[in-house]
């Protein structure tokens, strides 16, 4: 039988022992740290589990289904009586948290926009306007906004009583009860308003890959934006007027002591958006100024010489390239208003933490149980809303050719 060859045994004896390989060192390491970490998660549950019936109290999810008894001032979407069990309670927190982090995260982004570019702005009374706007608000704690807008401009308003007579039936009215308005009531035949909102929106959305493809064949623009609203706009309107307007609105009337009837926005809820809104749009502002600043000043020279329109070339040159610079610290922003929409308890606005974490956890004591829902939805809010900033920041990213 043939002997091995001088290379073999060479390579046989230059083997490194188990523990002098980088590698399995490296898995040895890994397993020993998901140990460790499993045992301190055991004995933290294990612990709480002991002292929880050492002292008699109850655990598990079964209060759930437990009478509330208490009345919540805002419970959209979500039907609420003091007869609704907690669980009804959590999801209308689960609402109102939701509601005042996506209406806030747009309307931010929107106002954020608009301030960081007039902070970019040639005109003296504009930049100086918007550097002020940022200087202001970004150095002032967000509570004492919140409290500011609620106890020193909304709480003072005037009350019903004092703007409106018995018997009146009011369409809209700004007191310190919120703001009121008429409820509208869609009729007979309003269905179809929405199927032409829908068919424009879709159409919208054709025309937009239609002149995108247009342009990268011929160079020619078309105006999509104009094109779009008109459709979306008149499309829903033309139906309206075709199918007999049929939508009917619902004014408030004014009892003897209250507006009753109609829509009402709560003030707390207006103070919390107006704080968080205007708090989170400074540093948004900062985020587009610079971002706008990073995109090299050859880009917009080049866009002149082309003969690309200056109301066109923040939007079509600037703009597309800076939202890579944008986006990254603009998803922390979003995740900070989010998580920030907890300061509602300080007015007593009816969000997740108030509500959930708050009342219900004072009536029921499962501070387990309660702190777990509260801390999964936050988090889970928190990873949707990254998950989506990250799939649009790869569609926007550079591609390289």
């Known amino acids: 039988m043939?002997?091995?060859?001088?290379?073999?045994?060479?390579?046989?004896?230059?083997?490194?022992?188990?523990?002098?390989?980088p590698d399995k060192r490296a898995i040895v390491y890994q397993l020993v740290v998901?140990?460790?970490?499993?045992?301190?998660?055991?004995?933290?549950?294990?612990?709480?589990?002991?002292?929880?019936?050492?002292?008699?109290?109850?655990?598990?999810?079964?209060?759930?289904?437990?009478?509330?008894?208490?009345g919540i001032i805002s419970t959209p979407f979500v039907p609420y009586t003091e007869d609704a069990n907690y669980f009804t309670v959590f999801l209308v927190g689960l609402v109102n948290t939701i509601i005042v982090a996506f209406v806030?995260?747009?309307?931010?982004?929107?106002?954020?926009?608009?301030?960081?570019?007039?902070?970019?702005?040639?005109?003296?009374?504009?930049?100086?306007?918007?550097?002020?706007?940022?200087?202001?608000?970004r150095n002032i704690p967000l509570l004492l906004q919140i409290l500011f807008w609620y106890s020193a401009v909304l709480k003072p308003l005037p009350?019903?009583?004092?703007?409106?007579?018995?018997?009146?039936?009011?369409?809209?009215?700004?007191?310190?009860?919120?703001?009121?308005?008429?409820?509208?009531?869609?009729?007979?035949?309003?269905?179809?308003?929405?199927?032409?909102?829908?068919?424009?929106?879709a159409v919208s959305w054709l025309i937009k890959k239609w002149a995108a493809?247009?342009?990268?064949?011929?160079?020619?623009?078309?105006?999509?934006?104009?094109?779009?609203?008109?459709?979306?706009?008149?499309?829903?309107?033309?139906?309206?007027?075709?199918?007999?307007?049929?939508?009917?609105?619902?004014?408030?009337?004014?009892?003897?002591?209250?507006?009753?009837g109609g829509v009402t926005i709560i003030p707390e809820f207006v103070a919390l958006l107006l704080?968080?809104?205007?708090?989170?749009a400074a540093f948004i502002a900062e985020i587009v100024r610079a971002g706008i600043q990073s995109v090299s000043h050859g880009q917009t020279e080049a866009a002149s010489a082309l003969g690309v329109k200056p109301s066109h070339r923040m939007r079509l040159v600037v703009v597309p390239q800076a939202m890579r610079v944008i986006v990254p610290p603009l998803t922390s922003q979003f995740l900070n208003l989010t998580k920030n929409s907890s300061l509602a308890t300080a007015i007593a606005y009816p969000d997740l933490f108030?509500?959930?974490?708050?009342?219900?956890?004072?009536?029921?004591?499962?501070?387990?149980?309660?702190?777990?829902?509260?801390?999964?939805?936050?988090?889970?809010?928190?990873?949707?809303?990254?998950?989506?900033?990250?799939?649009?920041?790869?569609?926007?990213?550079?591609?390289?050719?």
């Not at 387990?368 to 949707?384: G, K, R």
């Open 104 to 137: 806030g995260c747009l309307l931010a982004l929107l106002l954020g926009f608009v301030v960081g570019i007039g902070r970019l702005s040639s005109n003296w009374l504009v930049q100086k306007i918007a550097t002020s706007y940022i200087e202001l608000f």
């Open 34 to 70: 998901v140990a460790v970490i499993g045992w301190l998660l055991y004995s933290i549950i294990n612990n709480t589990a002991t002292n929880m019936e050492a002292r008699g109290l109850a655990s598990g999810f079964g209060f759930l289904d437990s009478r509330a008894g208490f």
């Open 354 to 401: 108030s509500v959930f974490a708050g009342t219900t956890l004072n009536q029921t004591g499962q501070a387990v149980e309660i702190m777990a829902m509260t801390l999964a939805v936050y988090l889970t809010l928190s990873l949707v809303t990254s998950g989506f900033m990250n799939w649009y920041n790869s569609r926007i990213k550079l591609v390289e050719r």
């Open 275 to 280: 704080a968080l809104v205007i708090y989170t």
């Open 159 to 201: 009350g019903p009583r004092e703007l409106h007579e018995a018997g009146e039936m009011v369409f809209f009215s700004v007191n310190n009860r919120g703001l009121i308005f008429a409820e509208p009531v869609g009729q007979e035949g309003f269905q179809f308003v929405w199927y032409a909102l829908f068919a424009a929106l």
């Open 213 to 260: 493809a247009r342009q990268m064949q011929t160079g020619e623009q078309f105006p999509v934006l104009t094109v779009g609203m008109g459709l979306v706009i008149g499309a829903p309107l033309i139906t309206y007027l075709i199918m007999g307007r049929p939508l009917e609105f619902m004014p408030a009337e004014m009892s003897r002591f209250a507006l009753s």
């Open 2 to 21: 043939a002997n091995s060859s001088p290379s073999s045994a060479i390579s046989a004896a230059s083997k490194p022992s188990f523990w002098r390989d």
